[in-house]
């Protein structure tokens, strides 16, 4: 939650401590193949604004790597939106819109990241998208989703009037 926060303020140096405390060979290998996909997001993105551009790629191109669909079998929604995120520090922004449309195709109706309580479109992974047309379409698609499955449950919550 601190580096988070520390990101959104700008406060590079204690995102900078933060993530040395929690994971310091992030900082130093570049290589996220064994990390949470979170820290390595974070530390993407902190080398990203300190200007270490050609480190943080690398070290986001490791977890995209880790991240892979699998050849066979289920992609986690959770590993679409990792890799929406990466791709979007990358300057991608088309491969991370076709990630969060996939993962939208495969349900996911999640706005809110509960971890960092921040919604979908304040996350500052997705900053470079938030004035991107398809990107603003699908947040209004996930949210007109939203509201129609609230209106179905509170309308079959409602006791049956009788005649």
């Known amino acids: 939650m601190l580096i988070n926060a520390s990101l959104l303020l700008g406060d590079l140096p204690t995102a900078r401590r933060e993530l040395m405390q929690t994971n310091p060979t992030l900082l130093t290998t570049y290589d996220a193949s064994h990390a949470q996909p979170e820290s390595a997001l974070f530390a993407g993105e902190l080398l990203m604004r300190e200007g270490h551009t050609e480190e943080a790629t690398r070290l986001l191109e490791t977890l995209l790597a880790s991240q892979a669909p699998p050849a066979h079998g289920y992609d986690r929604v959770g590993r679409k939106l990792t890799r929406a995120k990466a791709l979007a520090l990358l300057g991608r922004p088309d491969a991370a819109i076709e990630e969060l449309r996939a993962a939208q195709l495969q349900g996911n109706r999640l706005l809110w990241d509960f971890d960092y309580f921040q919604r979908m479109d304040r996350l500052t992974p997705f900053a470079a998208l938030r004035k991107d047309p398809r990107f603003v379409a699908m947040i209004g698609e996930i949210e007109a ?10 309308q079959q919550s409602q006791p049956a009037k009788e005649g």
């Open 145 to 154: 989703d939203n509201r129609a499955m609230r209106d179905r449950l509170l």
